[in-house]
């Protein structure tokens, strides 16, 4: 027996109207800043108040150095850095590099005759310092790729095999983007159609199948969208784009196919299109809702761990979940109340299966009782047969290592991460993830003072007794190993700068790791240097003064 039809009165109508005009105004007000969000997401860790930003903050703000951002050019293809031939090349190459605005010094063995910048293999290095000034530092690097093909050009007819490739972090940062993006497009794109066919494969049609197809690609669009935006005010990690596309097809597709199946049923049972948008709405929203206030709590936990990629995490998840909802409950009703029964329209026929009448819905219903009375009767079985898998899974996370990736473990095509393997067979990789420590000692006992100098030194020799540091760049060691610091004197200002803080109160000491050094090891070998003792360098200070150092990883 099928039910009266009943119309819906016009002002559910109205209200159904003003809703989807409202969830259509905040997407359209998303969208356009989905554009190259990964542009706005950053690929670095932040652990807010840690002893890295502050590091951060000191080199930025109160050290003058040329170099707090750097990248690395490798060279290979040249005769012996130390011939008259290199250093010519060597020449060109650092003046071609400091005429490109943005750029603020290029050192190499010329300027600083230091062991750093040549390689076990004959190979040899520039490091590039950069000053963007009011743009990303990031946008430097395709422009210094096009210099280096330039240079390449100039000086292949002199160096048939001469090479130039560019790594650092920042490079590394500008791929990882790059990649990140394709990844994701390329996911959307394998995904689509196999989302699309188990739709159809859920409603036999196209009409229906395509709805929280398209609510789920919305969500995902209005998800990036509010992160570009959000990412003017916060640390937002890389992970975003990854985490919104699996997130707003998941959450998206599910919460508006209960929408749609049930306004389905209240078509089947004889409602009118307007009132079963309206029954929908009620009753599938309400189980829409508690869905998503459980997933939301669960986020919202994210946001009080102070590592910006765990909260960058729980900032997708509540976006997408919000955003979800909003569609599926502005939106959809208003499009589902327009469609009607044309919802079965682009009906696809399989075999053994039937479009829901009123008698098929009954038997579907009886089924999954008759399963929640197996479930029910046999709980510690049920419990058993889905908990221990999940348990299994679960004790991976032991497995999970912290720190800077393997080099295995970043994108082999990329540019930079080419350059990092020729850096590393150089035996020069540490430059590249090297550890930053700001000493600043007491004001009676600066740096260049006898009883601070000494103190420097101290902790220099501890950090070259480590067997994990290939080598250590402070002001005793580029002066020599002086005994005093009038030696300083002779050390280039921009390096000089780059040693010594302005007021000269601080210095900078660089840990680089060996090449070999796995990522469990360099995370180790930072998390010790904070529990140096302060007695293994400070005796040379005067009686109860004591210096204060934060390290960057």
């Avoid at 109160?62 to 060279?75: C, G, K, N, T």
């Avoid at 300027?111 to 293999?121: C, I, Q, R, Y």
């Avoid at 188990?198 to 197809?213: D, E, I, K, R």
């Avoid at 919000?322 to 599926?328: I, P, Q, Y």
Wanted: hydrophobic residues 45%; neutral net charge; aromatic residues 6%.
């Amino acid at each position: 027996m099928v039910m009266p039809s009943l119309k819906s009165g016009s002002g559910a109508a109205r209200r159904r109207f003003w809703l989807a005009m409202s969830g259509f105004v905040m997407a359209l007000a998303l969208m356009p800043f989905s554009y190259k969000v990964e542009r706005r997401l950053e690929t670095a860790a932040h652990i807010k108040g840690g002893e890295s930003e502050k590091v951060d903050k000191e080199l930025a703000q109160r050290f003058q150095s040329p170099y707090a951002h750097r990248l690395v050019v490798v060279i290979s293809g040249i005769p012996d850095p130390d011939s008259a031939e290199s250093a010519d090349a060597l020449g060109f190459l650092t003046s071609s590099l400091r005429s490109v605005p943005g750029v603020s010094g290029a050192i190499s063995s010329l300027d600083w005759p230091d062991p750093l910048f040549t390689g076990n293999d004959g190979g040899a290095l520039i490091i590039v310092g950069l000053d963007p000034h009011d743009r990303a530092v990031e946008a430097l690097v395709p422009i210094l790729r096009a210099k280096a093909d330039w240079m390449e050009g100039q000086l292949r007819s002199q160096y048939p095999n001469i090479k130039l490739e560019i790594t650092g972090e920042t490079p590394l940062t500008f791929d990882l983007r790059k990649v990140s993006a394709d990844d994701v497009k390329h996911a959307e794109e394998r995904a689509m159609p196999v989302t699309l066919l188990l739709l159809l494969l859920a409603f036999g049609s196209l009409v229906a199948a395509l709805l929280p197809l398209g609510i789920g690609v919305l969500s995902i669009s209005m998800a990036l969208g509010a992160a570009a935006l959000l990412a003017h005010y916060l640390h937002l990690s890389i992970l975003v784009q990854n985490l919104a596309t699996m997130l707003g097809l998941g959450l998206g597709i599910d919460y508006a196919l209960l929408i749609v199946s049930r306004f389905r049923e209240a078509l089947a049972e004889g409602y009118d299109p307007g009132l079963a948008a309206d029954i929908a709405a009620g009753q599938a929203g309400k189980t829409l809702l508690i869905s998503a206030a459980t997933v939301a709590i669960g986020f919202s936990a994210l946001l009080t761990v102070p590592i910006s990629e765990l909260r960058s995490i729980g900032i997708t998840g509540l976006l997408v979940t919000v955003l979800s909802v909003v569609l599926c409950t502005f939106i959809l009703p208003w499009v589902l109340g327009l469609l009607g029964h044309r919802i079965n329209a682009a009906r696809v026929r399989l075999p053994g299966r039937q479009f829901k009448t009123r008698e098929s819905l009954c038997a579907a219903s009886e089924r999954w009782v008759r399963w929640g009375s197996v479930i029910t009767r046999r709980p510690w079985t049920a419990l058993l047969v889905a908990g221990v898998p999940l348990l299994i899974l679960a004790f991976q996370a032991g497995r999970i290592s912290p720190g800077i990736p393997d080099h295995d473990s970043l994108p082999a095509a990329a540019e930079s991460v080419r350059a990092l393997r020729t850096l590393q067979g150089m035996g020069r990789s540490g430059i590249v993830q090297s550890l930053r420590v700001i000493l600043e000692l007491p004001p009676q006992s600066p740096p260049l003072s006898p009883a601070g100098w000494l103190a420097v030194s101290r902790l220099t020799k501890r950090f070259q007794s480590d067997p994990r540091a290939e080598e250590v760049l402070s002001l005793p060691t580029i002066t020599g190993m002086s005994d005093t610091a009038d030696a300083v004197d002779d050390v280039p200002q921009p390096i000089r700068e780059s040693f010594l803080r302005s007021d000269g109160q601080a210095t900078l000491i660089e840990l680089l790791p060996t090449a070999t050094l796995p990522p469990k090891a360099r995370h180790a070998l930072a998390r010790q240097l904070t529990s140096i003792p302060k007695k293994c360098w400070n005796r040379s200070l005067p009686e109860a003064s004591e210096g204060s150092w934060d390290y960057r990883s």
